[in-house]
Antibody
Framework: EVQVVESGGGLVQPGGSLKLSCAAS????????MHWVRQASGEGLEWVGRIRSKTNNYATAYAASVKGRFTISRDDSKNTAYLQMNSLKTEDTAVYYCTPFIWSGYYTPSNWGQGSLVTVSS | DIVMTQSPDSLAVSLGERATINCKSSQSVLYSSNNKNCLAWYQQKPGQPPKLLIY???TRESGVPDRFSGSGSGTDFTLTISSLQAEDVAIYYC?????????FGGGTKVEIK
């Protein structure tokens, strides 16, 4: 069974930085694409970005709302993906989820972690 | 970007009755190489992360009760709960994974009548 655990959330001031981690197990981590999705309190789901596998050149893609401020990376030796968030704004306050997409000829969705709360406030 | 539009925003269904949720994409999400639609359905209960129910528009995730089914193709999709149970009270989201940015519908809140 796929299991995902996010960590690293917390309170940060506007303009600050934070780095989230996402550890996955029960899958061949090196074969998956890792996606990040966020959800502000009482709101819907917003895709943040993703990083593909080594086979797909670790290609990244980002939502327009975070492009240039957020960076996704991965360490396949640790079965972990990361979300580096810089120049944080109050509107970035949300629960951040990571979710692997598993390759089987095409990346298909899988389970989500419990999420990590990021609060941007002075 | 592909816009996902869900309807209704909410619905109340009696226990044991059928619940139907619709999702429309602004363009086709059919992946021509395997002739499958890149469309997923998620269930989210209060205080919990979204749970994957359906992918490829109609493939049930392992462990998901068979009262949940997905159908549709191209731009129009449906999630059906054939016999609503109390534990099905939740918000349901559709998602396209055909292209980035991945996009979600606005959600449909399902309650007991």
């Amino acid at each position: 069974e796929v299991q995902v655990v996010e960590s690293g959330g917390g309170l940060v001031q506007p303009g600050g930085s934070l780095k989230l981690s996402c550890a996955a197990s029960g899958i061949t981590f090196s074969d998956v694409a890792m996606h990040w999705v966020r959800q502000a309190s009482g709101e819907g789901l917003e895709w943040v970005g993703r990083i593909r596998s080594k086979t797909n050149n670790y290609a990244t893609a980002y939502a327009a709302s975070v492009k240039g401020r957020f960076t996704i990376s991965r360490d396949d030796s640790k079965n972990t993906a990361y979300l580096q968030m810089n120049s944080l704004k109050t509107e970035d306050t949300a629960v951040y989820y990571c979710t692997p997409f598993i390759w089987s000829g095409y990346y298909t969705p899988s389970n989500w972690g419990q999420g990590s709360l990021v609060t941007v406030s002075s | 970007d592909i816009v996902m539009t869900q309807s209704p925003d909410s619905l109340a269904v009696s226990l044991g009755e059928r619940a139907t949720i619709n999702c429309k994409s602004s363009q086709s999400v059919l992946y021509s190489s395997n002739n499958k639609n890149c469309l997923a359905w998620y269930q989210q209960k209060p205080g919990q992360p979204p749970k994957l129910l359906i992918y490829w528009a109609s493939t049930r995730e392992s462990g998901v009760p068979d009262r949940f089914s997905g159908s549709g193709s191209g731009t129009d999709f449906t999630l059906t709960i054939s016999s609503l149970q109390a534990e099905d009270v939740a918000i349901y989201y559709c998602q396209q994974y055909y292209s980035t940015p991945l996009t979600f519908g606005g959600g449909t809140k399902v309650e007991i009548k």
